[in-house]
């Protein structure tokens, strides 16, 4: 039985290893190339460690963590069907009760109501504008965003 449990882990660690080819918009520091999906959660999960003390509320922090290494990165609400049926096949992978508590913490994230919800959401919008102060707003300028926009989006 233990051994069924071990084999399920090890699938969702492969499965999830996708992630890494996952790009995105935002440029690396060295304004020369973009983050992956993979490098975005490692950074936020790190920044949340160091950065928590700032919340709002005291928040669990290895919760908010856990949130942002397996929250689907680039959600819209027109794709929230794709997005469930996702979450629930990768999420399905896993024994059942990491299963639920995997499917759990992302439902939290995406309802983003809870303190360690609002945290992980804003430091999933902070982490890219960081970036991209640091980049000059390179890939804000290649993509016509002005600052008015993302302060909008950020409220």
Same mark, same amino acid.
């Given at each position: 039985?233990?051994? @069924?449990?071990? *084999?399920? /882990?090890? $699938?969702?660690?492969?499965?999830?290893?996708?992630?890494? %080819?996952?790009?995105?918009?935002?440029?690396?520091?060295?304004?020369?190339?973009?983050?992956?999906?993979?490098?975005?959660?490692?950074?936020?999960?790190?920044?949340?460690?160091?950065?928590?003390?700032?919340?709002?509320?005291?928040?669990?922090?290895?919760?908010?963590?856990?949130?942002?290494?397996?929250?689907?990165? @680039?959600?819209? *609400?027109? /794709?929230? $069907?794709?997005?469930?049926?996702?979450?629930?096949?990768? %999420?399905?992978?896993?024994?059942?009760?990491?299963?639920?508590?995997?499917?759990?913490?992302?439902?939290?994230?995406?309802?983003?109501?809870?303190?360690?919800?609002?945290?992980?959401?804003?430091?999933?919008?902070?982490?890219?504008?960081?970036?991209?102060?640091?980049?000059?707003?390179?890939?804000?300028?290649?993509?016509?965003?002005?600052?008015? /926009?993302?302060?909008?989006?950020?409220?």
């Amino acid at each position: 039985m233990e051994n @069924e449990r071990l *084999k399920k /882990q090890l $699938e969702f660690c492969r499965e999830i290893d996708k992630e890494k %080819f996952i790009g995105r918009q935002t440029y690396k520091s060295d304004a020369q190339t973009k983050e992956n999906d993979a490098e975005h959660a490692w950074h936020m999960a790190v920044m949340t460690v160091l950065l928590s003390e700032y919340a709002n509320e005291k928040i669990d922090v290895l919760k908010t963590v856990t949130m942002l290494l397996i929250h689907d990165k @680039e959600g819209k *609400k027109t /794709q929230r $069907e794709r997005e469930v049926k996702a979450a629930d096949r990768i %999420f399905g992978i896993l024994p059942d009760d990491q299963r639920d508590n995997f499917r759990n913490l992302w439902e939290e994230f995406e309802k983003g109501e809870t303190t360690e919800a609002k945290f992980a959401h804003t430091m999933d919008n902070f982490q890219p504008a960081m970036l991209n102060d640091l980049t000059e707003g390179k890939s804000w300028v290649e993509k016509g965003v002005h600052l008015s /926009q993302i302060l909008e989006r950020n409220k």
